[in-house]
């Protein structure tokens, strides 16, 4: 589940991150170090902690990247993390595949048909996870118990993604990249990159991103025809992983420089590096606040110093909490939910020392078990939205509900597919 945070009121954001000191000069925050070693990925889970996958294994924060724990997996290269029906999952370089069942205290290498060699990304589609892997694209339909190959038995997949319209996309590690729109039943090749593969984004507007490591043909290839041409919009950097923001915005780590970001779909792009100590990036994500983590290649945490979704003037601070109903309703995959966080002394206890408090926005289902949390920080007075996206959920009745302080308010959604 993916979601992003918006507000449109004047007050600045708070983001909950320890006693740390903002340089308002400075696009980069050091945060913190799981060790001295290269981090390959990070990922954020529904609940706002933060893991990394490095070349020791993967570590664990639950405050911002401040401090860091080391999971039971410690003797591995991990290159992907990411959860899948309750259980995480972190993908290595040689070693395989690990699921863990309890947020990562222990893991356990998955078997049931899992094939040999590494696991270098994964992608969820509804019920399903696939795995990019040495020997070609592999699916699970029951949670990472069992696998079956797919179609696409290309071997060296290195990139795996799937796009908003629920269509995936895989590419080898000499960057040919594929795609399937049936959910790996058959796949169709779109570009033979002639370099050497990092990441594949693709955006909502359906252009396509692919990120290029080799030293000898670096850049960022984008198509804005589904595939049909290709145009390398940052020639000459070594490019790395991408994120993207709800407002659009995309960030790209690099191996030999720092953090390059667009705002208008990878026409231009723009170098940010002040407050960053050195070069060389590679893991990097944004929470739903807007947030942008990046990990270096000596164990190094960076976070931007504010939120990079847009603030926008809400001409009135509102007084009462209010939870609107979501929309579109039904809605496939993602949907928008809006509330206010009032002013007043409605919402009870829970006022933080900036007159923010604690506000969750959380999602059940029919047996009131929770599927995702969308919000949970303090929040200041104002009005905000969340788009959620369900794309990993089964058709069906859904429910969410804000709560703060003594405040609390339920709405019913339904996701159609």
Known sequence: MIASLTRTSLLVLLIAAGNLSVNAQNFWQYVGSPGPWAIHTLYVDSGNVLFAGTSAGVHRSTNGGIAWHASGLTNEDVLTVKRHRGSLFAGTFAGGLYRSTNNGGTWIPVGGGFPPGGAFALAELGQLLFVANDNGIFKSSNGGTNWVATSLLEPNQQALTVSPAGHLYAGTVDAVVYRSTDAGVT???????????????????????????????????????????????????????????????????????????????????????????????????????????????????????????????????????????????????????????????????????????????????????????????????????????????????????????????????????
């Open 187 to 417: 796949w169709t090749e779109i570009l033979d990159g002639n370099s050497t593969i990092s990441d594949i984004l693709v955006a909502p507007n359906g252009s396509i991103y692919v990120s290029l490591q080799s030293f000898f043909n670096p850049g960022v290839l984008r198509s804005t025809n589904n595939g049909v041409t290709w145009q390398n919009v940052l020639p000459s950097v070594v490019a790395g992983w991408f994120a993207i923001n709800s407002a659009g915005h995309i960030f790209l780590s690099t191996y030999s420089s720092y953090v390059y970001r667009t705002f208008d779909g990878g026409s231009t792009w723009q170098q940010i590096s002040t407050g960053m100590a050195s070069a060389g990036t590679q893991g990097i994500v944004v929470n739903d606040s807007g947030v942008v983590f990046v990990g270096t290649l000596n164990g190094q945490v960076y976070r931007s110093a504010q939120p990079t979704v847009s603030v926008s003037d809400d001409r009135a601070t509102p007084r009462e909490f209010t939870l609107y109903q979501n929309y579109p309703n039904p809605f496939n995959p993602s949907t928008k939910i809006r509330f206010e966080v009032g002013g007043s002394g409605e919402g009870g206890s829970g006022f933080t020392v900036q007159g923010s408090r604690l506000v969750t926005l959380k999602v059940y289902d029919l047996l009131g078990r929770e599927v995702a949390t969308l919000v949970n920080e303090n929040l200041p007075p104002g009005s905000y939205e969340v788009m959620w996206n369900a794309v990993s959920l089964p058709s069906g009745i859904y429910f969410y509900q804000l709560q703060a302080g003594s405040f609390t308010q339920t709405k019913q959604l339904i996701l159609l597919r």
